[in-house]
């Protein structure tokens, strides 16, 4: 999907609160803002929102001089949600369907992005019950059925502390040969292979990158080998709205699991600001497909 005007106002405030995690100087703050505003027009706007906010957020980095400025915060979410893993993990295996109720805890989680939402916000969406969280777009029943006989999955994570959910889903997946995709170099509190190994994932399967620094991911330069990983796996499940943005257009199948937090994001799927969607992408395989089972029938 293609960014529009909405983003710029986004980016600004990306831009900000990476400057808020670095100094509490606004007049630096100002100085960064109006930095960013001078970058934005030489910057080719005919991309996703992701690949823009990659741009102007390492353009940011590289004004305040840093590498990292949400370190601190991704490893306080990360043994924020190792705290509860077990509790959720009950609630998961009591649950009627263990992997639905999985996904549900994992798009709870997906409200953790600390380049869209404030600390209190997350604090008050993980407050409410993931059970009775409702689906916008409701895709589950075209995952389970591919699935079925699936061989290798490829699974690619999001962001920090959600990884934890994200952990409980993979031990849900009954798929032999599991993949966990993360960011090669940090981001944001994307997931990186330091995260996964503070939260255990590794021991459920292969950990791999995209093969280039990034948000979510933008095929035309992923590397060679997780270009096949994606081409071969089975299955697909992408996790987040960055993942969304930049494989929407995707040729193969992919079941995307995000929640919409943006009014652009929310506009371009149909649903409200803050919806919960599981949608099997491209979006029009999936109309020819449920064509061709009426026809069947």
Request: hydrophobic share 45%; glycine share 6%; proline share 4%.
């Amino acid at each position: 999907m293609q960014a529009s005007a909405d983003c710029i106002p986004c980016i600004l405030s990306q831009a900000l609160r990476t400057a808020r995690r670095v100094t509490d100087d606004p007049w630096l703050h100002r100085k960064l803002l109006f930095a960013v505003m001078e970058y934005l027009p030489s910057i080719n706007f005919d991309r996703t929102p992701a690949e823009l906010s990659y741009d102007c957020l390492r353009f940011a980095n590289k004004h305040l001089g840093v590498t990292d400025p949400f370190k601190g915060e991704k490893d306080a979410y990360n043994s924020k949600m190792l705290a509860i893993e077990n509790d959720m993990r009950k609630d998961i295996l009591a649950a009627a369907d263990p992997l639905l109720a999985a996904l549900k805890f994992a798009l709870a989680g997906n409200m953790i992005d600390l380049g869209i939402i404030e600390t209190d916000q997350v604090e008050t969406e993980l407050a409410h019950d993931s059970a009775e969280l409702e689906l916008a777009i409701d895709d589950y029943a075209l995952l389970r059925t591919e699935l079925k006989g699936a061989r290798s999955l490829l699974y690619l994570l999001d962001n920090a502390g959600e990884v934890v959910c994200d952990k409980l889903v993979v031990e849900q997946l009954d798929v032999p040969d599991i993949t966990c995709a993360v960011r090669r170099s940090p981001i944001i509190n994307d997931v990186t292979r330091e995260d996964i190994e503070e939260v255990g994932l590794a021991r459920l399967g292969k950990i791999v990158d995209i093969g280039a620094d990034a948000l979510g991911v933008p095929l035309s330069v992923c590397s060679g080998e997780f270009r096949e990983i994606f081409d071969s796996a089975d299955v697909v499940i992408a996790k987040g709205q960055a993942n969304f943005e930049t494989l929407d257009t995707a040729e193969r199948p992919i079941f995307q699991v995000l929640r919409a937090k943006c009014d652009h994001i929310a506009g371009y799927l149909g649903v409200s600001r803050g919806a919960a969607v599981i949608v099997r992408t491209p979006r029009q395989q999936q109309a020819q497909d449920k064509a061709g089972e009426q026809q069947a029938k």
